[in-house]
């Protein structure tokens, strides 16, 4: 049997609270398993009760299922829309009976990326606003916009009506670097459907200066930005 040369890999997570909540809603994720890794970031409604709960749960629950899914059926955009979205559903119905509250008190973004070691490859999923980019050859790349309700203030989210039109999912091949961005992080990085100046001179260097740019600005929203650096085997 042919040894397969497996991609390593650096994770950096930045989270910071934004300047008007009491409590951060940005919720991050990783589970490895064998080869393969699952990293996600959401964000919590606001003025939603439960809606960190309603996150971590969703993550957990699409995380395990996309860990385990054999190959054949990750890399189907078909197969993985249905199995997640009846996934969502009952993990948001179950979490709404067991607490006795409205379905809505869960909702939550959704980001969320399963990697592939041997082949580089990347199963992505999104739901709502939030920014998933990658890096490639030294330029950045959206691979998802955010998706807005009636307006930017108003996001789909898990529980939004009819939530099956707003999953997106796709596949990327070998990114350099692949990230994801909650909407508070993405004021000097993104506008109007479009990667600002600074987003494509500062996305693809140090975690650390794309840290120090997140700093300075003063956001009343939570900021989070997740980063996956990749590099092959000598």
Request: aromatic share 8%.
């Amino acid at each position: 049997m042919k040894n397969r040369q497996m991609r390593q890999y650096e994770i950096s997570c930045y989270i910071s609270q934004g300047k008007e909540r009491r409590e951060c809603k940005d919720v991050e994720y990783t589970l490895i398993s064998g080869d393969r890794q699952v990293f996600s970031l959401s964000d919590g409604v606001t003025k939603k009760k439960y809606a960190v709960q309603g996150a971590r749960k969703v993550q957990e629950a699409l995380g395990s299922c996309l860990a385990g899914m054999p190959d054949e059926e990750l890399w189907s955009d078909e197969k993985v829309k249905r199995r997640c979205i009846d996934l969502l559903r009952d993990t948001i119905r179950d979490l709404s009976e067991q607490a006795g509250a409205d379905r809505e008190e869960f909702a939550s973004t959704l980001m969320m990326l399963a990697a592939q070691r041997d082949t580089g490859k990347i199963r992505w999923i999104h739901i709502g606003d939030g920014l998933i980019f990658q890096t490639q050859d030294g330029q950045v790349q959206v691979v998802s916009h955010p998706r807005y309700g009636i307006t930017p203030k108003y996001t789909f989210a898990t529980t939004s009506q009819n939530m099956e039109r707003h999953f997106r999912t796709g596949v990327i091949d070998r990114p350099e670097r692949v990230g994801m961005m909650t909407d508070g992080a993405m004021a000097r990085f993104y506008r109007e459907r479009e990667l600002t100046d600074l987003a494509r001179q500062v996305l693809v260097q140090k975690m650390e200066n794309v840290e120090e740019v997140l700093r300075r600005q003063e956001e009343k929203d939570d900021q989070s930005l997740f980063l996956i650096q990749y590099s092959d085997p000598a």
